[in-house]
């Protein structure tokens, strides 16, 4: 196989997103997919078996940017608060810039992969919120009482659902500030050690 770190799996990856997300998976080709990137069709053969392996790919590169994002932005925060609200910010952000791709990609991951696959993807997010976590018992910001791989996992889900539900779902009843708020004072009352 293909080093992925060459460049042109990126390229590849790139021109996939743009072309699924205008068009849809199924309406998309690989041909429009490889011409985009510039590449021989035989090229995209090589990083993936089919166009339905681009969703893992996807879904894998999107947590990526928003993890580098959420680690540059959370560098300079003291307390575990600040880097939650970094975290609940980010993820509102991806979000919305991504709706569809977003979709596409846990349609994909659910119909076509399995849950190690999706549980794969996510790993590094979840080592670092958990890293974090653990510091802020540290800190005595937050309850030592929790499992901390358990509750890591339950809020950065919690903190997607809700940005999806909000700009996906379509239930913004609440301003986004109002929206927000509420998540972020929800998780607060729960684990802030009194």
Wanted: aromatic content about 12%; hydrophobic content about 40%; charged content about 30%.
């Amino acid at each position: 196989m293909t080093n992925p770190t060459d460049g042109k799996f990126d390229v590849i990856l790139k021109a996939a997103i743009e072309v699924i997300s205008e068009k849809g998976l199924d309406k998309s080709s690989i041909s429009e997919i490889v011409k985009l990137a510039g590449v021989a069709q035989g090229t995209f053969y090589l990083y993936f078996k089919s166009k339905k392996d681009l969703i893992p790919a996807i879904a894998d590169k999107l947590l990526a940017i928003t993890l580098a994002d959420v680690k540059v932005k959370t560098e300079q925060k003291e307390t575990f608060w600040e880097k939650l609200d970094v975290l609940i910010d980010e993820t509102f952000q991806t979000t919305n810039t991504h709706q569809d791709i977003i979709v596409l990609v846990y349609s994909g991951l659910a119909v076509h992969h399995s849950l190690e696959k999706w549980e794969a993807v996510y790993q590094p997010y979840y080592d670092w919120f958990e890293q974090v976590m653990r510091e802020a018992i540290e800190n005595e910001e937050i309850i030592d009482s929790i499992h901390v791989g358990w509750t890591a996992r339950s809020l950065i889900n919690m903190i997607e659902n809700a940005a999806e539900r909000y700009y996906i779902g379509y239930e913004q009843d609440e301003e986004l500030a109002v929206y927000r708020a509420e998540l972020f004072h929800f998780i607060k009352r729960s684990l802030e050690r009194l």
